[in-house]
């Protein structure tokens, strides 16, 4: 057997393995340890080599911290009530109305998936829906329709930003494109999203949204809050991280600087908090998270060395000769089908490095790279495995009594995620090339 013939061979069955301890879990082994095993076995096995794990991380590197730091700074914002207040205004909001709470739901999610990412919307959203929907006595088919919106949402609108998922910081950054470039490229297909999900969405559940419920069943934003003078401050200082992020681009400094920086000032605060434990902090941060998509993108960078990226180049070089339309819809749906079966984070790095190597005209590579990260956010919904905030999201239900089968989700997933993405491809077309 040649080299090249077991190679293939070893990096498909390594891969295949890898998602099946991922799924399966057998002796309860969590999906970082899963992913590791497959990194060690790709390595052991000579599918890949040492100097794939530095590319790899030079690669990855600033969207690990970048992550990291959102995720820590949510975490301490949820412990002096930053979300939970806003979520019960946005109950007060509605007066009462199911199908207004509704939409407030998903613009509630799409803001803390802009802001901090769509693993932070799943990790910190998630849990207050359904705590808001248990003290208004919803009953479970009642719950669906906010639980499932709000985990759809988290990854449907984490666009806007380079921040706002990991996915759009290693793609930025590959391509060097600054914070505000992207962000000028991305808001119009963002806001496409937004809408488009919204109204899906509640075509599909409108029929389970109760009618009314008791606001006064609620307790009053005021009482969330924990820590009032660190409450006040949180609002400062994350006006200047964003402010921070827009300038990364002038400065020429990766976004990881400044979203460190500032987690580092919200651990002083919240050293000082009595509302904070910054122990339960730093254990609840999920580091199982971090060591997953590291092994899991060793993984697949052993299917980029048996050739994946090669062809899959091949193939997106081939639709661009047919225009900006066609291959802007085959790069979002291409990637979309690659992440919903092995997660988007390393289907963004294959798909980047295939992107480079497919030698596209200028006016060409702009729509393949931003279709690329779409494909990433909204296509791992089709399969409960597709993202990390989508394995957060059934984790912390099911810890929460929720259980959503594989097969409920997907077909859930396949009908709104099918024309969401169309839609949303369709706004990137018009952004670049029209707008």
């Known amino acids: ?14 891969f295949l393995l890898t998602i099946f301890l991922i799924i399966k879990k057998p002796y309860n082994i969590g999906i970082g340890y899963s992913a590791i095993i497959g990194a060690l076995l790709a390595l052991i096995f000579n599918v890949i080599v ?19 730091a ?5 975490i301490i914002l949820d412990e002096i009530g930053f979300f939970e207040w806003a979520a019960l205004h946005m109950a007060r909001f509605a007066g009462g109305s199911g199908k207004k709470m509704f939409v407030y739901v998903i613009i509630l999610g799409a803001l803390v998936s802009a802001f901090f990412a769509n693993d932070g919307a799943a990790l910190i959203i998630t849990p207050i829906i359904y705590e808001k929907m248990k003290a208004l006595k919803f009953e479970r088919k009642n719950m669906l329709p906010f639980i499932m919106a709000g985990g759809f949402i988290a990854d449907a609108a984490s666009l806007p930003f380079k921040i706002s998922n990991l996915v759009n910081i290693v793609s930025a950054d590959y391509f060097n494109i600054g914070f505000f470039t992207y962000f000028m490229d991305m808001y119009a297909p963002d806001l496409f999203s937004i809408a488009i999900s919204l109204t899906v969405l509640y075509i599909y559940f409108r029929k389970d949204i109760p009618e009314r419920y008791e606001v006064e069943l609620l307790k009053t934003p005021k009482d969330a809050i924990k820590d009032a003078k660190l409450f006040r401050f949180s609002f400062l200082i994350l006006i200047l991280l964003l402010a921070g992020y827009f300038l990364s681009e002038f400065l020429n400094l990766p976004v990881s600087i400044f979203a460190v920086s500032f987690a580092l000032i919200f651990v002083v605060f919240g050293f000082k908090s009595p509302a904070v434990n910054l ?13 997953f998509s590291l092994g899991m993108y060793l993984v697949v960078f052993g299917l980029k060395n048996a050739g994946l990226t090669y062809l899959l180049g091949k193939s997106i070089s081939y639709f661009a000769g047919y225009g900006g339309f066609i291959l802007t819809v085959y790069t979002g749906y291409l990637a979309a089908f690659i992440s919903s079966v092995m997660n988007n984070m390393p289907t963004v790095m294959i798909n980047s490095l295939a992107i480079h190597s497919a030698n596209l005209k200028e006016i060409m590579l ?60 369709l706004g990137l077309y018009l952004r670049i090339f029209l707008f």
Do not use: Q
């Open 366 to 425: 702009k729509p393949s790279v931003y279709a690329n990260v779409i494909g990433c956010d909204l296509g791992p919904k089709l399969t409960p495995i597709g993202s990390l905030a989508t394995l957060l999201w059934l984790n912390v239900l099911e810890r929460k009594g929720i259980k959503i089968t594989w097969g409920y989700y997907m077909k859930v997933g396949f009908i709104i995620t099918v024309p969401v993405l169309f839609a949303t491809l």
């Open 279 to 291: 122990k339960t902090v730093f254990k609840n941060a999920p580091w199982n998270i971090v060591v």
């Open 1 to 14: 057997m040649h080299f090249y013939d077991y190679l293939i061979i070893a990096s498909i069955l390594i």
């Open 70 to 74: 959102i995720i820590i700074i949510s």
């Open 50 to 68: 040492l100097k794939d794990i530095i590319k790899v991380f030079d690669i990855v590197w600033d969207a690990t911290f970048t992550f990291v």
